[in-house]
């Protein structure tokens, strides 16, 4: 299918992290819908500390892990932070998403969403962000996207050079 690639990013630190979500801040439209996977702790809410700080969010991003969605809304476009952890699919459902990645319910932003396992229907156009621990630490980033602009975006993130930014 059009659009489809596979990007594979290697990510020594969590600055490297954080780098990557400056890059997705920086390039991503409004609209787009970031599907964050991983295990506990493998750096999700690092890369959204990034992304916030690349639309131009000063204020500090915590996990909204309690909170289930923060909103930021002083950048470059609106960030809405999800973290599903503690939801079932069932709950997940009953939240209304939907509503976000619509846009019908909200100014068209970006929308980063943590566990984002617990979604069982997930819109085809987002960008999904799976972060994996290495053996030795440091950790894999491994990007799905779904349109041929996002592939476009992700192969700009890679040359940018960002991501080897020393800490
Ligand atoms: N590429 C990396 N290499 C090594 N450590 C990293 C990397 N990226 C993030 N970390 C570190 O991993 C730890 C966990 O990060 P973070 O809280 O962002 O994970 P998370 O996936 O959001 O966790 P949770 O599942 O609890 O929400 C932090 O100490 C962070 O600095
Ligand atoms: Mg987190």
């Not at 996990?63 to 002083?74: D, M, V």
């Not at 973290?83 to 929308?111: F, I, N």
């Not at 229907?121 to 950790?139: E, Q, T, W």
Request: charged share 20%; glycine share 12%; net charge negative.
């Amino acid at each position: 299918m059009m659009g489809d690639g596979v990007f594979k990013i290697d990510l020594p630190n969590a600055r490297a992290t954080y780098n990557l979500g400056i890059c997705l801040g920086q390039l991503c439209p409004p609209g787009t819908v970031l599907l964050l996977l991983g295990d506990l702790g493998s750096g999700k809410t690092t890369l959204v500390q990034g992304i916030g700080a690349g639309l131009g969010i000063a204020e500090p991003i915590s996990s909204p892990t309690f909170t289930l969605i923060n909103e930021y809304l002083e950048g470059r476009m609106p960030l809405y932070h999800v973290d599903l952890y503690r939801l079932d699919s069932e709950q997940v459902g009953s939240l209304e998403l939907e509503s976000y990645w619509d846009a019908t319910g909200c100014v068209p932003g970006l929308l980063a969403i943590e566990w984002s396992e617990r979604i069982l229907d997930s819109p085809k156009s987002a960008i999904r962000l799976k972060l994996g621990s290495k053996p030795g630490g440091g950790r894999w980033a491994t990007v799905l996207t779904a349109t041929d602009d996002q592939v476009a975006l992700l192969e700009q993130v890679i040359c940018d050079g960002l991501l080897a930014d020393e800490v």
